[in-house]
């Protein structure tokens, strides 16, 4: 018999006690973003593979998960000779089916539509510490809202939700970076790039916080850009001075570039968000924040903790990308939670929340008891247990000793021992 | 560009209102069960191939949604053409993974362990109404007693857990139905079938309520049993009154082909849990009930709910399942939950689950509103939301009234329109 033990490569068993902490995370989660009004939605884990390689999901379309075909259809495929055995795949992302979701139901939600969603996805990655290939991903978007209020009220619904997580264990320090990848562009522009440069610019600059402007510089001169277009660009970024305002950093570039719509958005949008923030969260003007996808096109933003070196949230406006698959473009924002991350430093300073409830009782029968007294025991247990209390019995261990020590780790902290 | 809106074949995009009902329901499990000692564990939707297909699962195993090998290994197999394309596969139900898990985790578990899944299985099936490719499943297992406590806890916990659910429709009345696979053994044996036929012979016995016992007679004759050991095995159930008890029923039966114990196990089980019950739920022997699964070793049971002709949870001790994959035995015993069924009930009876709780409130900003008057609109949002109200701030769109009963639709009953 060929059978295996541990779970598939990348993808972990999930502990009581883990699942105690996701789900106490989770339900904060829901209830902070639905008292925002972002309605709870789910897609299915399996997407049609011609929409997963569609090219809207960069580099993960490689990581894909492909799911056979079957039957008569396998057959032909086998037959055929041609190698598309797949009609299906696990989704890679959240974003991609939502984009299938709206395009399909469409009629039947309010617009502008607030959507929640918290599932798995899966990417066949090179498994490393922290990083897996089924892992909880959790987005918040609105669609049909081509306002600055989408982003207002994304942001205040994550620095909110994130503010109550982390007062559990006293962090509250947080940082909302903000920049718009219209502002991005027309410095590149301005500074001499062209058009088609101005994405391979952007993925030198996204490199800030670990290269500096140095690393940049080479990384330009070393893509073959001109030393005078590069100096003009880098002149820009080695102005800026913590806390410099948008107009500030925007003074020199060409309202041919860059329309006083975008500045006056991006201000808006600050100064709606700065007034309803929690103590020690404040929301900054970041010139150098670019973020990765290659599909925003308006604001992005991104949330750094103090005192960590990674974004523990990050999204922006990507207008164009629902056309591409629907054929009619909706306005699209949205903001994505780094839910596992969230769950491994709260793993780290947080016990309780991965234990049972205080009290938790765990009644333990030796093997004489009567049925009569067995009956008493159901009946206050079913007692406590209708008060709220966490009830269980179960037969009494030969090791008794063990067997009270794990419950115990689990939280039981009552033990009722009946011999007879 | 080949873009696919519906989702994959069988499975549903589910609706923000099918999503607050499917909430509510997994909340209560959650809770209940809980409460009841049960702790939530998790494996991963995908599974090794050879797990899946080790003949554990029955028909299941024809249903298996394969994934593909990746990489080096994919072209390994398509160079040796031998099919063997698929290294993985979407588990078809939870109880495969458990014994999996089991065997991976035992150490790190108390024991006897009670373990509580809620997860999506699949299965390639012909979609029909109520029936899906992805469907949440919903167990309760004990693993390591081999007690009849294990058989009380599952039967109150579950019986208690249906009770809370469905009191909120006002259905109370429920019928757990009991029976043991060593009793209906014993019935075929006594009656000369022989021990290979056992199996085949309980299959059309688990026709009872399809086709009667004329119908079982026929059934068994076709299939070249004897007319005489037909009728004799038949008479033991034409005896049959409502209520008859275990030692009416088994008054007939040689102690060689079944023990006294057990009788006393299931009579155990019916004395303990039947005072514990809520009411309207009665416990109650049933001699006809076979439950189809070939894994059961022991007592089997399921429930039923007054006015309707499906049970809404069943389940069973399967003492040999685990040992057969992880080479030790563990006794076992496990009660799956109807979810989808559940769901369905509440979906035709039950309005307001899948609604916005009381009091949900949208601001509809017109596009003239200043940014001032959008500063308090935020402001006393954050209040109301801090309160625990649900609150949307959303843009005012051109058709207003098509927004709000959209919005109605989903739970909102206050509109404050602002202008300006």
Chains 1, 2 share one sequence.
Do not use: W
């Not at 994130?162 to 007062?167: E, K, P, R, S, Y």
């Not at 030198?204 to 080479?218: P, Q, V």
């Not at 992005?300 to 591409?324: H, L, P, Q, V, W």
């Not at 079913?382 to 269980?392: I, S």
């Amino acid at each position: 018999m060929k059978f295996i033990k541990t779970p598939v490569k990348g993808m972990c068993d999930m502990l009581p006690s883990d699942m105690r902490l996701r789900e106490h995370v989770l339900s904060m989660i829901k209830k902070s973003y639905g008292q925002y009004g972002f309605m709870q939605i789910e897609t299915p884990i399996v997407e049609h593979i011609e929409n997963l390689t569609s090219k809207q999901g960069g580099d993960n379309e490689k990581l894909i998960f492909k799911v056979m075909k079957r039957g008569a259809e396998l057959q032909r495929a086998i037959d055929k000779g041609d190698g598309e055995y797949a009609d299906n795949g696990l989704r890679y992302d959240l974003t991609l089916p939502l984009a299938r979701y709206y395009a399909c139901n469409k009629e039947k939600l309010p617009s502008p539509f607030k959507a929640l969603q918290m599932g798995n996805v899966y990417r066949a990655d090179n498994p490393q510490k922290g990083r897996f290939r089924q892992f909880t991903q959790c987005d918040i978007d609105i669609l049909g809202d081509d306002s600055s209020l989408a982003e207002i009220e994304l942001i205040t619904a994550t620095a909110s939700m994130l503010t109550q997580i982390f007062a559990e264990i006293n962090i509250t320090d947080f940082t909302i970076h903000i920049n718009d990848r219209r502002i991005l562009g027309a410095v590149a522009l301005c500074a001499g790039f062209a058009e088609e440069d101005v994405g391979s610019v952007l993925i030198s600059l996204d490199k800030f916080d670990k290269i500096g402007l140095a690393g940049i510089e080479k990384e330009l001169l070393e893509n073959g850009y001109a030393q005078e277009t590069v100096d003009k660009y880098l002149s820009v970024y080695r102005a800026v001075k913590e806390g410099i305002t948008i107009d500030a950093f925007c003074q020199g570039i060409d309202e041919a570039y860059l329309p006083a719509g975008v500045k006056q958005n991006l201000s808006d949008i600050i100064e709606s968000v700065a007034p309803v923030l929690a103590q020690g969260v404040k929301i900054v003007f970041d010139p150098t924040l670019v973020r990765g996808m290659g599909y925003y096109t308006g604001p992005i933003f991104e949330i750094t903790m103090d005192g960590y070196n990674f974004s523990i949230a990050g999204g922006g406006r990507y207008d164009k990308m629902i056309g591409k698959f629907s054929g009619q473009d909706v306005a699209a924002s949205g903001f994505s939670i780094g839910f596992e991350r969230i769950v491994t430093i709260l793993k780290d300073h947080m016990q309780d929340a991965s234990k049972l409830p205080e009290g938790s009782t765990a009644y333990l029968l030796g093997n004489k008891v009567s049925l009569e007294r067995k009956a008493e025991v159901l009946s206050t247990a079913r007692r406590l247990r209708e008060d709220g209390t966490v009830v269980t019995v179960l037969p009494m261990a030969k090791n008794m000793k063990h067997q009270i020590g794990l419950l115990e780790a689990e939280g039981y902290t009552k033990f009722e021992k009946i011999y007879e």
